[in-house]
Structure formats: structure tokens, C-alpha cells
């Protein structure tokens, strides 16, 4: 053998060394695991905010709500006092209120919908990382039965450093393959997540104005309603007045 063969043979054994210990499998199996347990814990951050900001409307629409019932009897008692200007002002509040509201009600359908969307993926991830486990430690096992053996059987024939190459290669390309799986499931969960939706107010000027005239329409319908409902009321009041006269 010659000097220069034996130093090529040298340095392609310190290569292979390198190379196995810079790719394990078993290393790179459990490191693409660990990158969907993040994945899965990201997720659950977000399901969590996407909650506590339904709650958070939810809140807020039983506030306003309450605002609108009692802005309601409010005009009714100022009617009652023959103060039309007050009941007015309140009837007014009380159509700002139910605007707010039904602009409340559609950000938190919004947000339901993402809830649920957050909800399934969660569920899918866990279900893929858990058969991702499985076959993770299957692999782990097979790996380690067929190192063994390969070992073996070099140690009897007295061969294996041409199919080491062969083999390491076959290993780093399904490392890699599993990385890019890996990768790429991760990327669909965030497209399949889809983004909330934003509740700030995007209606054009034209609509803005045409809610006005909308709510003062309300106005003068509730009004109205207030007047009739205390003219039945008096009517009946003076009918059973008669009647205990006579």
C-alpha cells in the first residue's frame, strides 16, 4: 500500500466519523420532534389570546346591552315627566348603544370562527406528533438493529468501507427528507390558521351616514312607540276609573 493511498484512507475514515457524529438519526428524528412540541405550544398561545379577546367581547356586548335597556326606560320615565327633550337624548344613546353593539356581535363571530379554526389544528398537530412519536421510536429501534447488524457483519467478512458511503448517504438524504416533511407541515398548519379578523370600524363614509339616518329613524320610532304605549296605558287607566264610578 502506498503512502499516498493510506493517507487518502485516513482521511475518508475521519470524514465518516464526522459526518456520523454531525448527523446522528436518532438526533435529528428527536430534534424534528421537539420542533412540533414548539409548533404545538405556539399554537396553544394563540388559542389562548384568541379566547381571552372573545370573552373580552363578549363582555363588552353585555355591557352595551345593558347601556341600550336602560337608556330605553330612561326615555321612558323622562316621557313620563313630560320631558320629550331628555327622552329623545336618551332614545339617541340608546341607538349608539345597539350600533355598538351589532359592530361588538360581528368582531366576536370573527373571533369564534378563528377559535374554532385554532381548535382543529390543535387537534390535528397533536394527532400528527403523537403518530410522528411513534413512528419516530419504531425508526429509532430499526436504526439500531440494523447498525448493529451491519457492525456485525463487518466484523465478520472484514468489509463495509465501500457501502458506508452508500449507506451514509441513504441516511442523510432521509434526514433530510424528514426535516423538509417536517418543515413543510408546519408551514400548512400556519396557512390552514388563517388570520383574525380586524374589528376596527372600515365602513365607507356613504355607510357611516346612512347608519345615522338609520338611528335617528330608531329614535323617532322608539318615540313614538314611548307615546302610544302611555296613551294605551292612560286609556286603560280612565276606562277602569269610569267603571268604578258607575
Known amino acids: 500500500m502506498s503512502l499516498f493511498k493510506h493517507a487518502a484512507e485516513i482521511l475518508q475514515g475521519k470524514v465518516n466519523h464526522f459526518l456520523n457524529n ?4 436518532a438526533e435529528t428524528l428527536d430534534l424534528s420532534y421537539e420542533k412540533m412540541i414548539s409548533n404545538l405550544q405556539e399554537t396553544k398561545r394563540h388559542l389562548a389570546d384568541v379566547v ?6 363578549e363582555s363588552q356586548m353585555a355591557q352595551a346591552q345593558k347601556a341600550a335597556d336602560k337608556a330605553d326606560a330612561d326615555a321612558k320615565t323622562a316621557l313620563a315627566a313630560n320631558r320629550e327633550d331628555l327622552a329623545r337624548a336618551e332614545l339617541t344613546q340608546k341607538q349608539s348603544e345597539l350600533q355598538k353593539l ?3 356581535k360581528e368582531a366576536h363571530d370573527a373571533i369564534s370562527a378563528q377559535s374554532q379554526k385554532l381548535q382543529d389544528y390543535e387537534q390535528k398537530l397533536q394527532d400528527h406528533i403523537e403518530q410522528f412519536r411513534t413512528q419516530k421510536e419504531v425508526m429509532k429501534s430499526e436504526m439500531t438493529a440494523a447498525s448493529a447488524e451491519v457492525k456485525a457483519g463487518e466484523s465478520l467478512t472484514g468489509i463495509g468501507k465501500g457501502m458506508d458511503d ?4 441513504l441516511r442523510r438524504a ?4 424528514q426535516q423538509m416533511e417536517s418543515k413543510a407541515t408546519a408551514m400548512d398548519g400556519l396557512i390552514e390558521s388563517g388570520a383574525l379578523n380586524d374589528p376596527l370600524d372600515h365602513r365607507s363614509q356613504t355607510d357611516k351616514e346612512m347608519d345615522q339616518v338609520r338611528a335617528s329613524s330608531g329614535v323617532d320610532a322608539d318615540l313614538a312607540r314611548l307615546k302610544a304605549e302611555m296613551a294605551t296605558e292612560k286609556a286603560g287607566s280612565n276606562t277602569h276609573g269610569d267603571s268604578g264610578n258607575g
Request: avoid cysteine.
Open 22 to 25: 454531525a448527523e446522528d438519526p
Open 52 to 57: 381571552t379577546e372573545k370573552v373580552s367581547l
Open 102 to 104: 351589532a359592530s361588538l
Open 166 to 169: 452508500a449507506g451514509e448517504a
Open 174 to 177: 432521509q434526514d433530510r427528507t
